[in-house]
């Protein structure tokens, strides 16, 4: 059973869009971020009307912060971050301080089988916290994230944002890796 109620992909990963989301995560183009931030709010302009209502919050995927990593580590938050710089019609989101965050490291799902990523979802449920429930008890929150993939994190973070009183957990993404047939 799922935990989150829906997601919603802005694109699919491909293309030009695969490799900007790479040279922004992997190459430290942090400009692409900023372009993220705008095509997000971008999103929210046209669609949040129909998406979002007077109880929702959108907060960034959280991410574990090793001893003296730089902020630009956390990219869902710098997204986040960059749409809050950007916005001007009052979007609801919540960045600092986070909402939810990782208490601890976990392994990457990329290359993980089904068993081994069911395994490490446990791994990241018991690793997320969220310090203070009442900023989502009877809330919808939107978790920003760039890409969605198997759903593996949305489901853990949307656990344990339920069990903290959220009222129902989406996703909103970037993009969405495109089904492979397997």
């Known amino acids: 059973m799922r ?4 997601s919603f992909a802005i694109a699919m990963k491909s293309g030009a869009l695969q ?3 790479y040279s922004f995560k992997f190459d430290g183009k ?5 372009v993220f931030a705008r095509v997000l709010n971008g999103y929210l302009y046209e669609y949040g009307q129909v998406l979002l209502n007077e109880h ?3 907060i960034p995927s959280p991410s574990f912060h090793h001893t003296g990593s730089a902020p630009y580590d956390d990219h869902a938050a710098f997204v986040i971050q960059s749409a809050i710089e950007q916005d001007d019609q009052a979007l609801p989101y919540v960045n600092n301080p986070p909402v939810i965050f990782k208490n601890a490291a976990t392994r990457k799902l990329k290359r993980l089988g ?3 990523r069911r395994m ?3 791994a990241i449920r018991d690793s997320l916290v969220v310090p203070d429930p009442r900023r989502v008890t009877g809330r919808a929150v939107w978790v920003y994230d760039d890409v969605f993939t198997t759903g593996t994190t949305l489901d853990a ?8 009183g959220a009222t129902a957990v989406y996703g909103l993404v970037l993009s969405r890796q495109p089904w492979t047939g397997r």
Do not use: M, T
């Open 3 to 6: 935990h989150f109620d829906l």
């Open 19 to 21: 490799q900007a989301i």
């Open 30 to 34: 942090w400009g692409w971020g900023i």
């Open 56 to 58: 929702s919050i959108i």
């Open 114 to 116: 089904a068993q081994e």
């Open 120 to 122: 490490e979802g446990r």
């Open 157 to 164: 973070v949307a656990e344990v944002l339920k069990d903290a």
